[in-house]
Nanobody, 127 residues
C-alpha cells in the first residue's frame, strides 16, 4: 500500500509564493506519474498540474500556467509544486495523486485516472 503525504501549505498574501511537497512511502515513487489537484469549498476537485514518470512531460491547468511549476526528485521520493504569484482564487485544499502509467512519458489530467491520493494540504491566499 502506498501512502502519500502533502506538506507546505499555509496562509500567504496575494502575490506571494508557496512550495508544496508530496512525499511517498511504501512503493517506488519513481514508477508513477503524479498529479496535483485542488478543491475549494463547495466546488469540485480540479486538475492543477501533472508530471510523467520520467519528468520529461508536464501539463498545467490554464489557470496556473506561468505561475506554478511541478517537479520531481525520484531519488528523494518527492514531487513538488512551486506556486508563485498566488491569487485569492488559488485558495483550496491541494492534493497529490499517483498512477502507474502506460509508459514513462505520459501524464494524466483527470482525477478519475489516479489510483492513490494524499490527505491534502490547505492553501489560503488572503491579505
Amino acid at each position: 500500500q502506498v501512502q502519500l503525504v502533502e506538506s507546505g501549505g499555509g496562509l500567504v498574501q496575494p502575490g506571494g509564493s508557496l512550495r508544496l511537497s508530496c512525499a511517498a512511502s511504501g512503493r517506488t515513487f519513481s514508477m508513477y506519474a503524479v498529479g496535483w489537484f485542488r478543491q475549494a469549498p463547495g466546488k469540485e476537485r480540479d486538475f492543477v498540474a501533472a508530471i510523467s514518470r520520467s519528468a520529461g512531460n508536464t501539463n498545467y491547468a490554464d489557470s496556473v500556467k506561468g505561475r506554478f511549476t511541478i517537479s520531481r526528485d525520484n531519488a528523494k521520493n518527492t514531487v513538488d509544486l512551486q506556486m508563485n504569484s498566488l491569487k485569492p482564487e488559488d485558495t483550496a485544499v491541494y492534493y497529490c495523486a499517483i498512477k502507474f502509467p502506460l509508459n514513462s512519458n505520459i501524464y494524466y489530467s483527470s482525477s478519475s485516472q489516479y489510483d492513490y491520493w494524499g490527505q491534502g494540504t490547505q492553501v489560503t491566499v488572503s491579505s
